[in-house]
């Protein structure tokens, strides 16, 4: 089984910045394409980013321009480098593998979560 | 953007049948996919490609897909299937990755 562990969230303020990671043993972060999905207090499950295994990146409009997905492939980490936050981004923030398919993708494996809150 | 909506919440009792709806324009002709969440633990796949199980989860759950509704139907309910239950898809025409609301699942 997939092991996904997530580290980096705490307390910031609002406009700060916050680098989350998602340490992946037992598979290789830079073949596979990989995702960061959060839910905040009360609410859904919302999609926040994806890396394909080639690099290619997508953000939800919600996070778009404030946050960046990247990869250390020595390190076989992944990570959300989130700037400029705000109250609204306080969530658990879960590190997830994404299974591509025939017309669709899922979220296969997922980590614990991390929590992040915004609060002045 | 595609939006899945789901009501938020259901009701069952223990052995009876429950099912929670996602809707979607034309959302039959997308794949779906079904997540459970208990409180304080990581989503679990529990439905791929519309109704096919992933291995180890039981076979009282099963999905279907048609129209501008998909279904996850859980039989013969236990009181450990009590949980947040989410669909998802991918929208091909924004490359967004798209969750519906959520719905919680009592069992009585």
């Known amino acids: 089984e997939v092991q996904l562990v997530e580290s980096g969230g705490g307390l910031i303020q609002p406009g700060g910045s916050l680098r989350l990671s998602c340490a992946a043993p037992g598979l290789i972060v830079g073949t596979n394409y990989m995702s960061w999905v959060r839910r905040a207090p009360g609410k859904g499950l919302e999609w926040v980013a994806i890396i394909y295994s080639g690099g290619t990146t997508y953000y939800a409009d919600s996070v778009k321009g404030r946050f960046t997905i990247s990869r250390d492939n020595s390190k076989n980490t992944l990570y959300l480098q989130m700037n400029s936050l705000r109250v609204e981004d306080t969530a658990v923030y879960y590190c997830?593998?994404?299974?591509?398919?025939?017309?669709?993708?899922?979220?296969?494996?997922w980590g614990q979560g991390t929590m992040v809150t915004v609060s002045s | 953007s595609y939006v899945l909506t789901q009501p938020p919440s259901v009701s069952v009792a223990p052995g009876k049948t429950a099912r929670i709806a996602c809707g979607g324009n034309?959302?039959?002709?997308?794949?779906v996919h079904w997540y459970q969440q208990r409180p304080g633990r990581a989503p679990v796949l529990v439905i791929s490609y519309d109704s096919d199980r992933p291995s180890g989860i039981p076979g009282r759950f099963s999905g279907s897909n048609s129209g501008n509704t998909a279904t996850l139907t859980i039989s013969r309910v236990e009181a450990g299937d009590e949980a947040d239950y989410y669909c998802q898809l991918w929208d091909s025409s924004s490359d967004h990755w798209v969750f519906g609301g959520g719905t919680k699942l009592t069992v009585l």
């Open positions: 997830a593998t994404v299974r591509p398919g025939s017309g669709s993708y899922l979220f296969d494996d």
């Open positions: 034309n959302i039959g002709t997308k794949s």
